[in-house]
């Protein structure tokens, strides 16, 4: 098995590479970012990329619509679908949500999406319709009609800390990895409290 180490290695032609947020500003802009500010971004949009393994030990990724409440992500997939048997047979994901950024501009400009990663633990409710599985209402009208009638429901929530890129700089910072990328708590999720 390869570690982290041995891959930061292998990369860098054997030179140790300092981990990220060491000296690289990325613990800098955590403390000009807010959780709330990531929590915002991610409402505002409905796309993402989750990630898993199959049971297999094969990495997979999927675009995904979902909606986002109470600190939670909310995905409808097909029942018999891989995402469905594989996430429920780990309950690990990790997810990329692109942010776009640019506004007019980026209708003549090339301006990359921001971005806002995580990884997580997922369940995977019951096939049902949409509205039974607890899902926020915004989920269900960004799904065919035909989806809404029987899906899977994978709620996801965030642990640890985003790391997020672009998010809360200027499109001319953005340009530069050690003020665009930050490091943030992803904060409580909602109706669970810190045990202390």
Known sequence: MVTANQHDQAQAG???????????????????????????????????VVSYVTPAGEPRSSGVVYAAAGRRLYVAVAPG????????????????????????????????????SF?????VHPAGPVGASGAPDELAALLPAVRRASCCVLEIVPEGRFLTYGLGVSLARMRNPAD???????GTPAGRGQRG
């Open 119 to 123: 990884h997580g633990t997922a369940v």
């Open 81 to 116: 679908s891989w995402k469905a048997r594989d996430i429920a047979a780990s309950g690990r994901v990790a997810v990329t949500v692109p942010v776009r950024r640019g506004g007019l501009l980026s209708l003549l400009f090339p301006i990359p999406p921001a971005t806002a």
């Open 180 to 186: 665009a990328r930050a490091r943030v708590p992803v």
């Open 14 to 48: 054997g030179a140790r590479r300092p981990a990220a947020g060491a000296g690289d500003g990325g613990d800098a802009a955590a403390s000009r970012l807010t959780s709330e500010q990531v929590w915002r971004a991610i409402a505002r949009a409905s796309f993402a």
